[in-house]
C-alpha cells in the first residue's frame, strides 16, 4: 500500500509541474545591436551596392526564453526582387543579386524567428550605400553650334552640362578640352561654359566647321575596395557663319583663247570664271575689261563670256592679252572696291585642214619604185627616190614626223621632223636586209603623221625596191659532216651517202659542181651533180681489212666559191667467217677438280659475228663432261671427284678420254666448226705451302715459276751484300784495320744443309706432271716402269760462318758472310772496349743471319 500511495504522488507531481510549463511559454525575440552592427535582426542595416554577389553580408541573431532552438527565415514584398538569402539555422544572410544604388537606394523586408511554436516577423529597411560606379553624362546632346567667323576672341559661346548620379565626391563634374596644337577654344572647368580662346581668330575660308572634344570628369570615389575617377567625352561641332572680308577671286587660271581662220564676229572664245571669296554668303560678280582688247573683243559682265567683234582677217596681231576685271556686287547693286584681275592671252591661229602629201617628179603620188641590186653598202642614199612632201597649214599644224614601215632597220629616212615641205632621203641602213635569196622585193610604207594637233592628220606611200642578184653566195653543205655505214663485200659501184649542198643564187651562180678528196677517198667516187657517193667499180670493201674511212666533199659554183664537208663510212661487219681451232685434234690433260679450256678464234671484225659459243656434240664416256657455253671450259661432272670413280666409268688404264666440241659463232647466218679433244685424265699431287700453291697457279706457265725462283735468288744475294757493307761501314770508324779472317766451322752431324730445291723434271706418278709443268706442252706420258725420281738439283753449298764470341751455350750461325775488324793499339781497357764493341756487332749480324736462315726455310719447305 505504501509503495502505491508513493507511485501516486510522483505522477502528481509530474502532472503538476507540465501544467505549470504550458502556462509559462514565451515567444522567441531577435537581438538589437543597432545599425553599425552585422548581427540582430537587420534594422537599419547598410550595405554598399559595390558588394560582390555572394557575400555573407550580415547574421541574423535570436534567441528564446525557454532556450528552445530557433530558425529564421528572410522574405520580401510581393512582386519585388529578392536581393538575399537566409540560412535557417545559422541566421546567415548571403547577398544573390547585384546592387545599384541608383536604381534602388532602400530594401525593404520580413524578418522572422521562430522556435517551433512561436514566430516573430519584423519588418526592416536595409539602406544601398554609393560606390563611384556611374560617369558623368552629358545633357542635351548633340553640341552643334554656329558663331560668325568675325566673333571676338574670349567670347563665351556656348555651355556644356554633365550629370553624374554618384552622391559625394564621385557625383561633382569637372570639365576640360582634349589638347590640340590647333586648339582655338577654352572651358571652364567647373562651369563649362565653352569660349574662344584669348589672341585666336576664327576664319571660314580657311577651317569653316571646328570639331572640339570635351572631357566631363568626377570627383572620383571608391568602388570595389579602389579609388576610382570615371569620365565620359563628347564632340561640340563648331560651325562659322561666313562674314564678307574676302575679295573675289579668278578660277582655273591662266586663260588661253583662240581665234582661227574660220572664226565670225560673235565667235566665243572664252569663259572667264570668279568666286566670292565669302564662300558662305557669296555675292554676285561683275566682269569687265581693263585693256589689251584693241577694240576687236567683247566681255559679258554677268557671264564672263569673251567675244570676237570682228573678222580674223582684219586682225592686225597674232596674240592679244586681254586684262580682265572681276568685282562684287554690293548692296547698292554697284561694284565694290573688293576686286580681281587676270590676263586672258587670245592667239590666232591656223585651221588645221590640210593633211601631209606625197609628191613625185609628175604631181602627187602614193607609190615610189626603184629596180638596183641587192647588197649596196650600208649608208648608200637609193637616189633613183624623188620624193618631196609637204603640209599647206601654217605653224603647228604643218608639223608632221616621217617614218618607214616595214623590214626593221634596213632602210632609214631623213629627215625625220619636217615643218611644212622637205626633201625625202632614204638610206641603206642594215645591207644584210637588201637580199635577193630573201625576196626578189621589198615593200615599205612611208608613213608623214602631224605631231602636235588634236586631229594628228596622215598620210602614207608605198617604198617598193625590186632587187637584182649577184652572186653573193657560196654553196653550203645541209650538214658539216655525213655519216654512212655500208655492208661489207658490197658490189663495186654501190651507193654509200648522198650529200647535198645548196646555193641560193640564181641562174649559174646557183650550179653546184660535187667533188672528193683526202685519205681515204680513192675507194669512193661522187657524182658531180647528184652527190651521189659510191665505191669505185673495182673495189670490194672488208671489214677485216678496213672497218673506218673518212674524206672530204667539196660542194663549188661556177665562180669557184666552195664550202667543204667531212663524210664517215663505217663497213659493216658481215659473218662471213667460221670460228677456228688451232687444231683438228686437241690433247689436253685434266686435274680432277680443275677444268681446261678449249678456244676457237673467228676472223670477223665485230660482235656477234665474231662472238663463239661452245657445246659438247658428242663425248665418250658421255654425261661426264660439262662446258662453259662463254669460255669454252671444260670440266668433270661434279659427281666425278676422284680416280676410283674414274676408274669405275672406264676401262682404261690410261684414263684418256675424248668428245667432240662445236664453236658457233652468234651472226646471221651463223656458222660452226668442231674439235676432237682427248682429255687425259689424272689427280693432282698434294702439295702443300705457299709455294706449292704457287706452282699449281703457274703450272700452266713455266717460265713465270722460272722467274719468280731468280728473284728469290737475287734477293738473297742483294741481302748478304748489304749486311757485308754495313759491317764493313761499322768497322771502318776503328783507327786500325784487322785482317779478314774467314773460319771454316763444321756443321753438326744432325743439321742438315741448307739448299735450294728446284721442281721436279721427272714425275713417279701421272699427276705430277700437272702439278708443276703445262700439261698442254707435256710430251705423252710414257706407260712403262717409272724411272727412280732423280735427286733435286742443289744450290752452292755456303760459306762457312764468320768467327764469334758466342756463349758455348749458343747456337752457331750458318749463314754466308765476310766479316772485317776496326781495332786501335791501346791498353787493356781499350781491348776489352773493342771486344765488347765486337760483341755487340756479332749479335747484330748473328740475328740478321737467324733471320734470313729462317725466311729461306720456310721457302724450301714448300717444295717438299
Request: aromatic share 8%; glycine share 6%.
Amino acid at each position: 500500500m505504501k509503495k502505491e500511495k508513493k507511485t501516486h504522488a510522483l505522477l502528481f507531481l509530474l502532472l503538476l509541474q507540465f501544467t505549470l510549463a504550458r502556462q509559462s511559454d514565451y515567444a522567441p525575440y531577435f537581438y538589437d545591436n543597432g545599425p553599425s552592427s552585422t548581427n540582430g535582426n537587420m534594422a537599419l542595416f547598410s550595405i554598399s551596392e559595390d558588394t560582390p554577389v555572394g557575400t555573407q553580408i550580415y547574421i541574423l541573431n535570436g534567441t528564446d526564453p525557454e532556450g528552445d532552438p530557433v530558425r529564421y527565415g528572410l522574405t520580401f514584398e510581393k512582386g519585388s526582387k529578392e536581393y538575399f538569402r537566409v540560412e535557417p539555422k545559422s541566421g546567415n544572410v548571403t547577398l544573390i543579386q547585384e546592387l545599384d544604388r541608383e536604381k534602388q537606394g532602400e530594401i525593404s523586408l520580413l524578418v522572422s524567428i521562430t522556435d517551433g511554436r512561436n514566430k516573430v516577423v519584423e519588418t526592416v529597411r536595409v539602406f544601398v550605400t554609393d560606390a563611384n560606379d556611374e560617369p558623368p553624362e552629358f545633357q542635351n546632346l548633340p553640341f552643334i553650334i554656329d558663331i560668325p567667323e568675325d566673333t571676338t576672341p574670349g567670347s563665351s559661346i556656348y555651355r556644356v552640362q554633365a550629370v553624374d548620379k554618384d552622391m559625394g565626391s564621385g557625383g561633382s563634374v569637372s570639365y576640360y578640352l582634349q589638347t590640340s596644337p590647333f586648339a582655338k577654344f577654352t572651358i571652364d572647368g567647373h562651369s563649362g561654359i565653352l569660349r574662344v580662346k584669348p589672341g585666336e581668330t576664327l576664319d571660314y575660308e580657311t577651317t569653316p566647321t571646328h570639331f572640339v572634344t570635351v572631357v566631363a570628369k568626377d570627383g572620383g570615389g571608391k568602388y570595389k575596395g579602389k579609388h576610382q575617377v570615371l569620365t565620359s567625352t563628347a564632340t561640340i561641332t563648331v560651325n562659322v557663319i561666313d562674314a564678307q572680308d574676302m575679295p573675289p577671286c579668278f578660277v582655273g587660271t591662266p586663260y588661253f583663247g583662240y581665234v582661227y581662220e574660220v572664226s565670225v564676229p560673235g565667235s566665243e572664245i572664252f569663259t572667264v570664271y570668279a568666286k566670292d571669296g565669302d564662300q558662305g554668303n557669296p555675292n554676285p560678280i561683275h566682269y569687265s575689261i581693263m585693256n589689251g582688247s584693241d577694240g576687236v573683243f567683247n566681255i559679258n559682265s554677268t557671264s564672263g563670256c569673251i567675244t570676237l567683234t570682228t573678222y580674223p582677217s582684219l586682225l592686225r596681231n597674232e596674240l592679244y592679252e586681254i586684262i580682265v576685271k572681276a568685282s562684287e556686287v554690293g548692296p547698292n547693286e554697284q561694284p565694290s572696291d573688293d576686286y580681281d584681275i587676270t590676263t586672258v592671252t587670245v592667239r590666232v591661229v591656223d585651221l588645221n585642214n590640210h593633211p601631209p602629201t606625197f609628191y613625185g617628179e609628175n604631181g602627187q603620188q602614193s607609190k615610189f619604185e626603184v629596180t638596183m641590186y641587192e647588197h649596196p653598202p650600208a649608208g648608200e642614199i637609193l637616189r633613183g627616190f624623188k620624193i618631196t612632201v609637204n603640209d599647206s597649214d601654217q605653224g603647228a599644224n604643218a608639223k608632221f614626223k616621217l617614218r618607214l614601215v616595214g623590214p626593221s632597220r634596213v632602210l632609214r629616212v631623213v629627215p625625220q621632223t619636217v615643218l611644212n615641205e622637205a626633201q625625202v632621203t632614204i638610206i641603206v641602213e642594215d645591207t644584210s636586209g637588201i637580199d635577193y635569196e630573201k625576196g626578189p622585193t621589198l615593200s615599205f610604207k612611208l608613213l608623214a603623221v602631224e605631231i602636235d594637233t588634236p586631229e594628228r592628220f596622215s598620210a602614207t606611200a608605198d617604198i617598193v625596191i625590186n632587187l637584182l642578184d649577184t652572186n653573193d653566195n657560196i654553196p653550203k653543205f645541209t650538214s658539216e659532216y655525213y655519216i654512212a655505214r655500208v655492208p661489207e663485200n658490197s658490189p663495186g659501184g654501190s651507193s654509200v651517202a648522198t650529200v647535198t649542198a645548196n646555193d641560193p643564187d640564181s641562174g649559174p651562180w646557183g650550179e653546184v659542181k660535187y667533188t672528193i678528196y683526202g685519205s681515204g677517198s680513192d675507194l669512193f667516187a661522187i657524182h658531180p651533180s647528184s652527190g651521189v657517193i659510191s665505191t669505185q667499180p673495182w673495189t670490194s670493201l672488208d671489214a677485216e681489212v678496213r672497218s673506218k674511212y673518212n674524206f672530204y666533199v667539196k660542194a663549188e659554183d661556177s665562180e669557184g666559191k666552195y664550202s667543204l664537208a667531212e663524210v664517215f663510212i663505217t663497213v659493216l661487219d658481215m659473218n662471213d667467217h667460221s670460228p677456228e681451232f688451232d687444231d683438228k685434234l686437241l690433247e689436253k690433260t685434266m686435274i680432277i677438280g680443275i677444268p681446261v679450256r678449249v678456244e676457237a678464234v673467228d676472223d670477223d671484225a665485230e660482235s656477234p659475228n665474231n662472238v663463239i659459243q661452245y657445246s659438247i656434240m658428242t663425248a665418250d664416256p658421255d654425261n661426264a663432261f660439262d662446258i662453259n657455253a662463254d669460255t669454252g671450259e671444260i670440266k668433270l661432272k661434279p659427281y666425278i671427284k676422284s680416280m676410283e670413280i674414274v676408274q669405275n666409268i672406264t676401262k682404261q688404264k690410261d684414263c684418256k678420254w675424248s668428245l667432240v666440241v662445236q664453236a658457233r659463232d652468234r651472226g646471221s647466218p651463223s656458222f660452226s666448226t668442231t674439235a676432237v679433244v682427248n682429255i687425259d685424265i689424272t689427280e693432282a699431287t698434294p702439295l702443300k705451302g705457299p709455294m706449292a700453291a704457287f706452282l699449281m697457279k703457274s703450272r700452266d706457265n713455266p717460265m713465270k715459276a722460272l722467274g719468280m725462283v731468280t728473284v728469290i735468288i737475287s734477293m738473297l744475294v742483294g741481302v748478304t751484300v748489304l749486311i757485308s757493307t754495313a759491317m764493313y761501314m761499322r768497322n771502318s770508324k776503328s783507327n786500325r784495320i784487322m785482317p779478314a779472317r774467314r773460319i771454316i766451322r763444321r756443321r753438326p752431324r744432325d743439321q742438315q744443309p741448307w739448299t735450294f730445291k728446284m721442281p721436279g723434271i721427272t714425275f713417279n706418278h701421272p699427276a705430277d706432271k700437272f702439278a708443276i709443268g703445262d700439261p698442254e706442252r707435256s710430251p705423252h706420258r710414257n706407260t712403262g716402269n717409272p724411272r727412280p725420281k732423280p735427286p733435286p738439283p742443289s744450290a752452292p753449298s755456303l760459306p762457312p760462318p764468320p768467327p764469334s764470341n758466342t756463349r758455348p751455350r749458343e747456337r752457331p750461325q750458318a749463314v754466308p758472310t765476310i766479316s772485317g775488324a776496326l781495332a786501335s793499339k791501346g791498353s787493356k781497357k781499350a781491348k776489352s772496349s773493342r771486344r765488347k764493341e765486337g760483341n755487340i756487332s756479332s749479335a747484330l749480324v748473328s740475328e740478321l743471319k737467324m733471320k734470313l736462315e729462317q725466311k729461306i726455310i720456310e721457302s724450301n719447305q714448300g717444295y717438299y
